[in-house]
Every structure is written in C-alpha cells, then in structure tokens.
C-alpha cells in the first residue's frame, strides 16, 4: 500500500485509521522506509528508535479494543513524532547532540512526552540539533549537520534542524523541536514547514535541557497551522514541575487584555523600521511584499506600525541569552551526569571535562555570558539589556493597540550554503533577527513557509545545484501575537495558508 | 572594546574551561566582535534606571511568588535511584567525588 506522505496530516491520518484504510504500523514503516532512503545524506536523526514498529502495533491493537468515547482522550493515538535530542524520554538516551551528554539516558520523561504519551503519540526517533541548542544551522552539532532537504548543499537551519528536515523530508508525521531566539521558526522557514513558538510558560520545560531558562520554550513542527494547534492544545497548560507555566487564570488574565481582537477580522501590522535596516537578502523582502498583497487580495487589513527599539532585539538577546547559558551549563560538573574527563584532583576534572567535551561554540557562549556578568560588566550589560529588553515590550503593547498580529519575514535570507557562516559569530547570529524578540518579551510567533525562490547565479542567493538543476529554496513568514493569543496566530497562518496557494 | 588573550584565560578559568592557546585567541577575536556588536545598547538612554536588579521584571510577564506545601516528595518527578546512577561515578546509591580537603 503505498500512502502519501506529502499530503498526510493528522487529521487525515486520524481519519484513515478511523476507516481501516490506515494502520499506525504501516504508516511507520513507511516513515521508515523513508529514513533508510534519505537520512544517509540528510542526517536529521541521531537515532531512530527500534522500538517504534512495537509501539505502532501497541496504537493499532488499542484503537482496536478502545470504544470511541475513550478514543477521543487519546487525539494522537498512533501519530508517529520525531523529538528533539534535548527533550527527555524515560529510559532513551537524550545527548542535545553533546559529546557530554553521549550516553546519558533520560531518567524520567519530561511533560510534553508525557502529555504526547497519555495523547496516544508514538516516537520514531530522536532528531539532531546545534549543541545544547546553539547555533542557527545544527553546523555545531557534535554528530554532523542536517543538510537542507531542497539542497544537500544547504543546511536546514537550527538549533531544530533534525526537527524541521524530518518533518520537511516525510520521515516523520510531526516533530518537537524548542525555540530560545528562533530555533523552530527558522529551521522551519528554511526547511519548508510550519514552526509555533508559543507564549512564554504555556508549555512546561520540565525535562527540556535548559539554555536561557528565561527565552526557552518548547513548539511543533509540523507541515500545517492546523497540525501545529492540535499539538499545541496537548501539550500546553500548568505543570507542578515548572513554576514559570502559566496557571488558567493568567491565560484568562493576558487575553482578557486583547479582548478586543475579532478573528473574523485581524488587522496585520508591518514594521518599516525593520525591513529599511539593511542585510535583508533581496528575495526575502520580495517574497514579504507578495505576501502582504496577497493577504490585502483577500481583504486583510494591512497597517504600518513603529517599533522603535526593535532595532536593539539582538544586541540585548546575545547579552542575556549568553548571560543564562553560562549559568545553566554550570551544571555540567562529570559529578551529577554526562561525561567525565578524570584529572588528578577536582578542579582538573571540571577543566578537562568542559574544555573537551563541549563544543566550540557552547564554550564561546559560556566565556561570552561570564563576562555580560561579571562584577564591572555586569550593570553595563546585563542590567542594560534588561531595560531595553523592557522598553522593547512597551513598543509592541503599543502597537498591539493599532493591530492585532504583526508580519515580518521569518529569516533574513533562505537557507544558506554549508560553511558559509561559520568563520564568522556575528553573520551567524544575524539570522536570527526577526526571531529573537518573540522570545525576549514572551510572545507567540508562528513561521509560515510563504512560497519559493528560484535560485540562478544572477539574483546572489546561491546558484544552481550540482546536478544542474535549477534549485527552489522555501521562504517563510513569521506571525507574532499579543501573550496567550496562539488562536490569533492559528487564525491568521490558516488564512495565510489559503491566499498562498 | 577589545578582549585580550589573558582576560579570555581569566573568564575561562572563572567557568572552569581548559582553552588551547588557540582557542584563546579566536575567543579573543570572536568576543571582541560579539561586544562591539551589543555596545549598540549603551546607545539607548530611556528607560527605569535598575542598577537594584531586585527591582527587574525578566520580560513583560509578570512576577508572582510560586508556594507549595513544606511536604515530603512533592518535586521529585522520577526515581532517585535513577537519579544516581545518572552519575559517572557512584556507589551503594551515593554519588563519589574526589577528596577536596588535604
């Protein structure tokens, strides 16, 4: 039986299994099949699980014996997922793509998994991603890139990039991946598929390995908006295990505060500022005007707002991100867990463990933030990012006020070559410039894929495959809304979906 | 600003990272570049003055204190022996380290 991956979704995978044209087992053979033709070259998996036929079969004999009310608590059962390598599953190993962490197993299973879990989801594999989620183009993972599904010569973007390649590459239905300054909406961009970072502390981080413990937050990838709500109503809500997740009476409190907004009739802000900076590849800003026409087409409003200091978003972002990843990877001793280099008394072995089993650019962001804190600097840089960071929240209340979305590219350029930007941090770090101010003031962002560039040596982007061909590479649109309001960016990327075919 | 070899030596052994020579100096570069970049801040001159961090707010959420019940077990998600032997080096469900006082 042959099923097509491209077009499967959840829903109509739900809906085969329902009518016996599908079974779970089939359908993860199928992703299997699929991994063993493509992610020789790909490398989006750092392992896939041998159990997950069993797990399929165990889904199929349970929808078998289960009556259809009880059906209804399960929405995922047998929807094979791919998770990030920094996600902890009871019992499997989980490395964040770390020499450190090569053979730690997961000792317990983090909330989303155990929410998937109860929701009936299977997990075919672990995906790669930049160490420690590091990085924007998984180049700094310790196991090897994830090339770009559209163009081997590409990378598929990071830290999520295992995350958005499976999904891109039809080697898994759906993927988690998380997100401190872009990480899923980037890869997703680049890669092709949707990407939701939602609002600061609607999903717990319980069992997720920390980087900047006030930015990080756990999202789907997904090939639809609609795919990535379903995820989202399973994995969201309070947990006793993270005291930063939002209780119901928040979530009330923070959409009370944009009850103004009418679904029926979102009006969509741009931002002049941001697209008159300067950096933006010529095809990005294209692909964003056709996109805002097409949504005017459809009768969305469309308004110019300013936000002054959003200019500043990644300044601040690599003063506190570095700030919280110096003291979260205080952790790594070789006494607790992960890997130990031995010396002849304790402090050698802090030296030999962290200097040679961390990455380049784990390390860099750990001298990095050391500095933002120490005595001398710390007012200079991390107090001041934090005001700013602030100011930077009351631009977009403000503009919340005018509009109740606002639409910027995703990423400043499609996806890039190999080894293009790794000489060079700052180059690297640029291209998450759209994305790092959903994460520094808490708010939901969606990544949208918003048509293709065709590339040829004349436009600079790129040039044409090796065999000849004339490459398309995936651009994306990036929604962000009001905290609590992901309806508004499920309203708005469906609506966007449907004017973008 | 500018970053030399010996400060890059100096935050190195403040996070406990044994650095190659080399290594000091493309960190010496590479930071040196990162901070030039950020100095872009120092630019803005709004804002509450917060020099008492104590008095910051992280991000637009806002703080609130979290309590619970002074019960046994309450945060403990897994099994603690699990937990142990998560370490590289442990014994009888204790975790070893090395003598630190002579």
Partial sequence: MTIDLKTLTISSAKEMFANGTLKSVDLVQAYLDQIKAKDGEINAFREVFADALDQAKKADELRAETDSKTLESMPLLGIPFGIKDNI????????????????????????????????????????????????????????????????????????????????????????????????IRQPASYCGVVGLKPTYGRVSRHGLMAMGSSLDIIGPIAKTVEEAEQIFKVISGQDRYDSTTLSGDEVSAHIANSSKINLDKLRVGIVPELMNMGGINPAVLANLNESIEKLKKAGVEIKEVSLPHIKYSLAVYYVLMPAEVSSNMARFDSIKYGGKVDGKDLLEDYLNTRGELLGKEVRR?????????????????????????????????????????????????????????????????????????????????????????????????????????????PLGVQFMAPLCREDVLFAIGKKFESVIK | MTITKEEIQKLASLSRLKLTEEEKEQYAKDLSGILKYVDQIQEVTEGADTTNSSNKKPSEIPHRNVMRDDVDGQLLNGDPKKLVEAAPKHQDGLVEVKKILG
């Fill in chain 1, 88 to 183: 902890l599953i009871e019992g499997r190993h989980a490395g964040a793509a770390s020499k450190i962490l090569e053979n730690y197993i997961g000792a317990y299973d983090s909330t989303v998994i155990k929410k998937l879990k109860d929701a009936g989801a299977i997990f075919i594999g672990r995906l790669n991603m930049d160490e420690f989620a590091m990085g924007g183009s998984t180049e700094n993972s310790a196991y090897g890139v994830t090339k770009n599904p559209n163009d081997l010569t590409r990378v598929a973007g990071g830290s999520s990039g295992g995350s958005a390649a499976s999904v891109a590459m039809d080697s898994v239905l759906v993927s988690l991946g998380s997100d401190t300054g872009g990480s």
């Fill in chain 1, 365 to 473: 962001r750990i001298i990095l933030g050391t500095y933002m804190l120490s005595s001398g600097y710390h007012d200079a840089y991390y107090n001041k990012a934090n005001i700013v960071r602030d100011l930077i929240s009351a631009d977009f209340k403000k503009a919340f006020e005018e509009v109740d979305v606002i639409l910027t590219p995703t990423a400043p350029s499609p996806a890039f070559k190999i080894g293009q930007n790794t000489s060079d941090p700052i180059q690297m770090y640029l291209e998450d410039i759209f994305t790092v101010t959903a994460n520094l003031i808490g708010i939901p962002a969606i990544s949208i894929p918003s048509g293709v560039v065709e590339l040829n040596k004349a436009d600079g982007v790129g040039e044409m495959g090796s065999d000849g061909k004339k490459i398309s590479l």
